[in-house]
């Protein structure tokens, strides 16, 4: 049937309509939020690439555990600046490092929350990178240990997922073992499988203090310009033993997303990281875009791609809009 029997409009009318044949929706529960630990006390720092999103002292993370639960958001993935950084990266397995401090005081004060965290070495080592150094490049095997050791004193300190987002090679294997090893084996690994050294990342390093001090990450993350890759990284992944898939950043890879989904079972992450949500919050602040239905658009699309979760700098936005 055609035009003038057949008429699309037909079912746009009004919003019952709409609402009846929409076939995506956001669920606040699928929505991450980031946080970023800082040392100290009372703090609470705005980053100023990142208008909305504040660096906080480990004390106020039982307040900010409250509002997301009041929200209806369930989930967190965190990210530390520690106090102290070397060459290989050792505040980020530390008994008492920030991030171990941090999942232990929101299990304590939080239990409800479902604590995932970043497993990589860039916000600990002095150079900025995400592995141990041999001469200026990052030795793959040599960064697996301690990766791996990194997941086991989070998993340790109560932490419900573990995420790696270095790009080293076999780091799933590895910090499935040591999980198990170490009697882990219920400890689940969302695996930033198909990460790419993007430029949207420039707000988080400010954020993170985790720049590269020399050269870029192009060894170990994703060319932009390739997708079959992105399917390789998936299914060594997968082999690896990853529970869940991440794609990263979202919103320019959304037929990555797409591509996943159709060839995997797993659940899917996305990572809509901070220079897209600078990108939005800039724009609108200067009145050029509707900042709040841009979002929605944005977020909407990552799950139509085909993602299942979506970690954003949005989640509390989002959530109070779908109240
Ligand atoms: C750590 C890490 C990064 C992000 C998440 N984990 C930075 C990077 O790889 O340079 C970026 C997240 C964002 O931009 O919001 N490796």
Redesign the pocket.
């Known amino acids: 049937m055609v035009f003038p029997e057949y008429r699309p409009r037909r079912l746009r009318r009004n919003s019952s309509f709409r609402s009846l044949i929409r076939e995506t929706h956001l669920h606040t529960s699928q929505l991450v939020y980031?946080l970023f630990i800082m040392p100290g006390k009372k703090v609470r720092q705005e980053v100023p690439s990142m208008p909305g999103v504040f660096r906080l002292s480990i004390d106020q993370l039982a307040s900010e555990a409250k509002e997301l639960l009041a929200l209806g958001i369930n989930s967190v993935i965190l990210?530390g600046l520690p106090e102290h950084k070397d060459a290989m990266g050792s505040g980020a397995h530390a008994k008492n490092g920030i991030i171990q401090k941090a999942i232990r005081e929101l299990k304590n004060k939080s239990p409800g929350l479902l604590v995932i965290t970043?497993v990589?070495l860039?916000?600990y080592t002095d150079h900025g990178h995400?592995g141990c150094l041999i001469d200026e490049e990052v030795d793959n095997d040599a960064t697996l240990e301690i990766l791996a050791k990194t997941a086991v004193s989070h998993a340790q300190a109560g932490a419900d997922i573990v995420a790696p987002?270095?790009m080293m090679d076999g780091r799933v294997a590895e910090i499935r073992a040591s999980l198990d090893e170490n009697y882990f084996d219920m400890i689940p690994i969302m695996s930033?499988a198909v990460?790419y050294s993007s430029a949207?990342?420039g707000?988080?390093?400010d954020a993170?203090d985790?720049a590269p001090q020399f050269g870029d990450?192009r060894s170990y993350?994703m060319d932009p310009a390739n997708s079959r890759e992105a399917l390789r990284e998936a299914t060594l992944d997968v082999a690896e033993g990853a529970d869940f898939l991440m794609v990263?950043?979202a919103v320019a890879y959304l037929d990555i997303i797409s591509k996943l989904r159709d060839e995997f079972d797993l659940p899917i992450a996305a990572?809509h990281?901070?220079?897209e949500?600078a990108m939005i919050k800039a724009a609108a602040e200067k009145g050029w875009i509707d900042g709040e239905r841009v979002m929605q658009e944005t977020l909407l699309s990552i799950k139509r791609a085909g993602a299942d979760i979506i970690i954003t700098?949005f989640a509390k936005d989002m959530a109070r809009l779908l109240r």
Request: charged letters at 25%; hydrophobic letters at 20%; glycine letters at 4%.
């Open positions: 980031p990210f970043d990589c860039c916000e995400c987002s270095d930033y990460k949207f990342y707000p988080f390093r993170a985790c990450r993350q990263k950043p990572y990281v901070s220079g949500y700098y």
